[in-house]
């Protein structure tokens, strides 16, 4: 199982990222998928989740409205498209496979002026 997280980076508060996860190494198609993130200091908490055919979708309460998470099951990728950012998004980033515990290497992004 591999998970390559990328698209992270500096942004000024209320810029937007799109962050992507390329997966490989199992059934793409017959997984949720996760993404979370851990800041500074904190526990990893989970911020958003899909279905295996990306009907169905979670978000945390902290960014609901701001957020919205999609999949290609094509091309093996799940994407977390970032909005309104705040400083208190700062993170870095990780996606996950429902039910696995297989983590990449996660992707930074920091909001900041």
């Known amino acids: 199982v591999q998970l390559v997280e990328s698209g992270g980076g500096l942004v000024q508060p209320g810029g937007s990222l799109r962050l992507s996860c390329a997966a490989s190494g199992f059934t793409f198609s017959s997984y949720g998928m996760n993404w979370y993130r851990q800041a500074p200091g904190k526990e990893r908490e989970l911020v958003a989740r899909i279905d295996i055919i990306g009907r169905s979708t979670f978000y945390a309460a902290s960014v609901k409205d701001r957020f919205t998470i999609s999949r290609d099951n094509a091309k093996n990728t799940v994407y977390l498209q970032m909005n309104s950012l705040k400083p208190e998004d700062t993170a870095v980033y990780y996606c996950?496979?429902?039910?696995?515990?297989?983590w990449g290497k996660g992707t930074l992004v920091t909001v900041s002026s």
């Open positions: 996950n496979a429902a039910g696995m515990n297989h």
